[in-house]
């Protein structure tokens, strides 16, 4: 298949996917100065682009493409993937649930859309109902919907069909090479279907025949597919038809280490490459910055990078908490307080009152506070809660994939089975019946189950 590759993890995912037997296209120059290798123009089957927060990569294009995409990507245990229920380019008939500044909530059936005021014709209220399509789709662990439109388009490459246009377009700011990509489409023999306007992206220009001719021929399938379904009247909330799917794969820390080994089989590429970059676009600039000068050789330097990027005591940081169903839920914001030699952080959160900590049977109560720890590259982490009188309420010790202490942000997936200590010394092990469940759901492979209750044995030895 022809992968198209965008992002900070692209040298490595090049290397994987050529060692695979798949064909890159559309490749930038570092790239072609890199690998002793052909890069095509022809149309991608798929995209794999790095996430806006760098911490995976979203991969689209046919369903079938994706899933061998997806396959090829999990490569370490601490790797994740989730298909969207809203993919890119699907159709959904929508009902508005609410409206905001700028746009209106939509729910899709399973999910939920933004739809920007703009981006539809007519106006919109609660309990109104519309036929939209996905344009940018939205990552689990992002705090963000996928955004809607209500004009339809069928997408293949450079070749895009628009519902309810005409003639022939290219968005290009050569001009001379626009008219003469439109004067050559007649030579390609494939009309649209009626009532569907052609568009060529500026990639097109420099594209043979064969691929311009491959590009078409699968935008106006895509088109037909759609046409029969649009055909169909609205009848919210369901999706209506999907010509491509989306599913992300989220990278954790052994991912990222795995991945600098790739690239590192092609260029240089200093220890921690892709853990940094991972982090900022100022660290992916330092990054560079230390690899043109050739400097790469040793440990990963935990406590350069921090220094540097941060996080350092007086700095505030989220706890993402992610789930392996792809849910990302922020338990709070802490302040680093302590940096131990070692790399470990110390972690404040002032605790609000009501209910109790979870299989503590504690009272959470105003005043309480929560001291954690963490360090980069543990599968666990300890968080002990104290009354507003210094009394030990208990300790909670999550197991999770290995710990990543970015900027802003500590990050892990948490694996479920935890072991906790109560106020009377009573130590527990929890939740390992959710962790069952997950692997039975596929949410979690058995190879990170085994790790996962392994560290949790250990825990239960140690306390």
């Given amino acids: 298949m022809n992968v198209r590759l965008r992002g900070i993890y692209t040298t490595a995912l090049t290397r994987r996917f050529l060692d695979a037997g798949h064909d890159v296209v559309g490749a930038s120059d570092p790239i072609r100065e890199r690998f002793d290798a052909d890069f095509g123009?022809?149309?991608?089957?798929?995209?794999?682009?790095?996430?806006?927060?760098?911490?995976?990569?979203?991969?689209?294009?046919?369903?079938?493409?994706?899933?061998?995409?997806?396959?090829?990507?999990?490569?370490?245990?601490?790797?994740?993937?989730?298909?969207?229920?809203?993919?890119?380019?699907?159709?959904?008939?929508?009902?508005?649930t609410e409206t905001l500044g700028s746009g209106a909530v939509c729910e899709l059936g399973g999910a939920e859309g933004f739809l920007p005021f703009g981006n539809v014709n007519a106006h919109v209220g609660v309990g109104d109902e519309v036929r939209v399509q996905i344009t940018e789709a939205a990552a689990p662990w992002i705090d963000r919907r996928p955004v809607l439109d209500g004009s339809i388009r069928a997408r293949a490459g450079p070749a895009t069909l628009v519902r309810g246009g005409s003639g022939v377009a290219v968005d290009t700011h050569d001009d001379e090479a626009g008219r003469e990509l439109a004067g050559m489409t007649d030579l390609l023999g494939i009309d649209p279907p009626d009532g569907w306007g052609l568009v060529w992206a500026d990639a097109a220009t420099d594209a043979d025949m064969g691929a311009l001719e491959t590009a078409l021929e699968r935008a106006v399938e895509r088109a037909e597919t759609l046409s029969s379904a649009l055909d169909s009247p609205v009848d919210p909330p369901r999706r209506l038809a999907s010509p491509a799917a989306t599913t992300w794969v989220w990278f954790g820390r052994e991912a990222r280490f795995a991945l600098?080994?790739?690239?590192?089989?092609?260029?240089?590429?200093?220890?921690?490459?892709?853990?940094?970059?991972?982090?900022?676009?100022?660290?992916?600039?330092?990054?560079d910055f230390v690899e043109a000068l050739g400097s790469h050789d040793g440990d990963f330097h935990f406590e350069a990078v921090t220094d540097t990027f941060g996080p350092v005591a007086g700095d505030r940081v989220r706890l993402d908490h992610g789930k392996p169903d792809g849910r990302r839920i922020v338990l709070g914001r802490a302040e680093v307080i302590d940096r131990d030699p070692d790399g470990t952080l110390t972690l404040r959160r002032e605790m609000t009152g009501g209910?109790?900590?979870?299989?503590?049977?504690?009272?959470?109560?105003?005043?309480?506070?929560?001291?954690?720890?963490?360090?980069?590259?543990?599968?666990?982490?300890?968080?002990?809660?104290?009354?507003?009188?210094?009394?030990?309420?208990?300790?909670?010790?999550?197991?999770?994939?290995?710990?990543?202490?970015?900027?802003?942000?500590?990050?892990?997936?948490?694996?479920?089975?935890?072991?906790?200590?109560?106020?009377?010394?009573?130590?527990?092990?929890?939740?390992?019946?959710?962790?069952?469940?997950?692997?039975?759901?596929?949410?979690?492979?058995?190879?990170?189950?085994?790790?996962?209750r392994s560290v949790a044995t250990s825990l239960e030895n140690a306390l």
């Fill in 355 to 452: 209910g109790t900590y979870d299989a503590l049977g504690v009272s959470r109560e105003a005043g309480d506070v929560a001291i954690t720890k963490v360090r980069e590259g543990r599968w666990w982490y300890p968080t002990v809660y104290r009354g507003d009188d210094g009394v030990r309420k208990g300790t909670y010790v999550n197991v999770c994939t290995p710990v990543e202490c970015f900027p802003d942000a500590v990050r892990y997936v948490d694996l479920h089975v935890d072991v906790v200590k109560g106020p009377d010394g009573e130590i527990r092990r929890v939740d390992d019946d959710e962790l069952d469940d997950a692997v039975a759901a596929g949410q979690v492979s058995d190879a990170l189950a085994e790790k996962a």
């Fill in 260 to 287: 600098d080994e790739d690239r590192r089989a092609v260029t240089t590429t200093m220890l921690g490459h892709h853990r940094v970059k991972a982090a900022s676009s100022e660290a992916s600039r330092a990054v």
């Fill in 41 to 96: 123009s022809d149309p991608h089957d798929v995209t794999v682009e790095t996430t806006g927060d760098r911490q995976g990569v979203g991969v689209a294009g046919d369903v079938d493409a994706v899933e061998r995409a997806v396959d090829d990507l999990i490569h370490t245990r601490d790797t994740f993937a989730w298909a969207s229920p809203a993919p890119r380019d699907a159709v959904f008939d929508a009902r508005v």
